[in-house]
Structure formats: structure tokens, C-alpha cells
């Protein structure tokens, strides 16, 4: 499968996305319905893990959803006879890691395996993207991170979230299992959670700016100066879609990141300026929660996945902020 006909992979295809109701999910499994794939969509809907029904509107004809939890025996049947797995289930909050380290280890490790011993038991053949996570890196050491770094994490959501990747990549290795991980960067885009602070700074970044009317303002801990790297949610699904349909991502491991690293404060000037609404900012120190695991400036060389799977941001950063307030000033009232 070439970079140029991967999307015309999908059409057909039988796909199972786990994690369909939450914000990446959702959209990639729009994204599949658009392309033809017959799409399952499971997902736990479990409290404030970001599953929203209304993530999958008017897809509701085009994308069988089945609410269930991926920790049990129906994922033998659920994966049987699927083309492709996008493995998207995860609990992503670094907090809610380490305030409770056992359920993220329920999530990101034993869940993990529940999948992937379903696959070997059912469908051996099928094709596993799993969505990993730029925090298995820690600090970093050096600037740009690339796959070859030491992987260091700073919380307990990094590392079960190493572990869930490694599942993947020991039964590629020892079951002949097709799988391959991305390893996410901060997203963003529309049907991200907003209701809390937990999942991702700039979705509560956009909340505080869109709320600027009730005297909300955007707070940036420290000064504010922090680097890092943002991909649009349409971008990381086509990085998705390229990984389920070329054999080059079998095995493999890959980073995404943005064009460009960009400074907090300047991501929250631009949020502000996009907004028009007499939004603010102001610096605020660090909760010592949060100072203890702060890595500092992030921003991912993506070099690997470039070469291998051609893919690239296409999204500009301020594009994509401005789809993403667009988005929340017209269906706010189905995410806060």
C-alpha cells in the first residue's frame, strides 16, 4: 500500500475503533464512515474519560456503536471478522494517574491485554494501530525527541501507557500480530473534552477563553514559556489512516508532532486574539501536583514517520484554533 491510495484502502474494509465516543476516536471514526469503512464503534463511556454520544451525530446510520467495556470476554467477539483495529481506549489524564494509579493501570495495561488476547484468540490476522503517548519520554534530554530517546516518564500514566504500547509491539514480534504505535502530541479540534482541566490544556485553555464573558481567564503556570508541539485532531487521523493501511507501520513505532514548537503564552495570545471576546491570560504559579511532573519544553522530530508513511501536518496552528472555537461556539452546550 502506497502513501497515495491509503484512504482509498478503507473502503469496505471492516474496522473496529475502541474509544470511538471520545475525541480522537470520534472523529476518526467519521472520518472511516466518509471513506466507506464499515465501522464499529465501541467505547465504556465511562464518566468523564471524554465519551460523548453526541461525538458521533448524524453518523448514527453510518457507524455501528456498541457501548461497551473493553476489560471482558465480548472483545473476542467484537473483533472478529474486523480488517483493522484502531486501538484508541486509554485513560489520557497525568492527574488522575497519580491520585489513582490503579484504575490508569486497569486501563492502560490490563485493558490492553483483554484486546490484544481477544485478537490472538479471534482474529490473529487483523491490523492494530495503537495511539501512544509523547509522555513515555519524560523530560527530555534532548531537543528534538526522537523514537530513539531514553523513555523516562515523569507519572505513573506514562508508564502504563509504555507498557500498553510494549503489549503491542511483544505480540507483533512473538504472535506475528500486525501492530504499530503513534505516539501522540498534545491534540486538538473539535469534540475534545472541556468539562475539566484533566485531559489537555488547550481544550480547558478554549473553555476559559470561550467563558472569558463570566470573568474566566486563561492561567499559565510559571512563565509561561514552556515549548511545546500541537497537531489538529484531522491531522492525527490521517496519520491514523496511513498506519492501519501500509505494512510499513507493522512493528513499528512513530512520533507526531507539529511544524513548529510554539511557547504557552504565545499559544494563549493566540487563542485570545482568535477569539475576539476580551478573553485573558495571567501567569500563576505551579501547583506543586502539577510542578512535579512537569517536563518543560516538548516538541517531537518527526522524521521517521515522514519517510515511512509520508505524513506531515497539514493544519496550521492558528487554522486549526480557529475550527476549534468555531466548533464550541455552536455545540458548546453538549460538552460543558
Not at 469496505?12 to 480522537?24: H, Q, S
Not at 490472538?120 to 527530555?140: C, D, E, F, L, M
Request: overall charge neutral; some cysteine.
Amino acid at each position: 500500500m502506497s502513501a497515495a491510495d491509503y484512504r482509498d484502502f478503507y473502503r469496505g474494509r471492516r474496522v473496529l475503533v475502541t474509544g470511538a465516543l471520545g475525541f480522537i476516536g470520534s472523529n476518526l471514526s467519521r472520518a472511516l464512515a466518509d471513506l466507506g469503512a464499515q465501522v464499529l464503534a465501541v467505547d465504556s463511556l465511562l464518566p468523564d474519560y471524554g465519551g460523548n454520544l453526541f461525538n458521533l451525530a448524524g453518523y448514527e446510520d453510518k457507524v455501528r456503536i456498541n457501548i461497551a467495556d473493553v476489560r471482558g470476554h465480548a472483545m473476542e467477539y467484537l473483533v472478529r471478522g474486523q480488517d483493522i483495529l484502531f486501538n484508541l481506549a486509554g485513560q489520557v489524564s497525568h492527574i488522575d494517574s497519580m491520585v489513582d494509579p490503579f484504575t490508569d493501570l486497569e486501563i492502560n495495561c490490563r485493558s490492553q491485554l483483554w484486546i490484544l488476547e481477544a485478537v490472538r484468540k479471534s482474529n490473529p490476522g487483523v491490523k492494530i494501530v495503537y495511539a501512544g503517548t509523547r509522555q513515555v519520554y519524560g523530560k527530555p534530554m534532548r531537543l528534538p525527541v526522537d523514537e530513539t530517546h531514553l523513555l523516562n516518564p515523569t507519572d505513573v500514566n506514562g508508564i502504563n501507557k509504555i507498557s500498553g504500547e510494549f503489549y503491542h509491539l511483544v505480540y507483533h514480534s512473538v504472535y506475528g500480530i500486525r501492530a504499530c504505535s503513534l505516539r501522540l502530541t498534545n491534540t486538538y479540534g473539535p469534540r475534545q473534552l472541556i468539562k475539566h482541566n484533566r485531559q489537555g490544556f488547550i481544550g480547558w485553555f478554549i473553555r476559559q477563553v470561550r467563558q472569558a464573558v463570566r470573568g474566566e481567564e486563561i492561567q499559565l503556570f510559571g512563565d509561561g514559556q514552556q515549548k511545546r508541539d500541537f497537531d489538529y485532531v484531522d491531522d492525527v487521523v490521517d496519520a491514523l489512516l496511513r498506519a492501519g493501511a501500509m505494512e510499513a507501520a507493522d512493528g513499528e513505532v512513530f512520533n507526531l508532532g507539529g511544524e513548529a514548537p510554539v511557547a504557552l503564552i504565545d499559544l494563549a495570545k493566540m487563542l485570545v486574539e482568535i477569539a475576539g471576546r476580551g478573553g485573558s491570560y495571567r501567569l500563576v504559579p505551579f501547583p506543586p501536583e502539577r510542578k512535579k511532573i512537569d517536563i518543560g519544553d516538548f516538541y517531537a522530530d518527526t522524521t521517521k514517520i515522514r519517510a515511512a508513511l509520508g505524513w506531515r501536518p497539514q493544519v496550521p496552528l492558528r487554522d486549526g484554533l480557529a475550527r476549534t472555537i468555531d466548533y464550541y461556539r455552536e455545540h458548546a452546550e453538549h460538552y460543558l
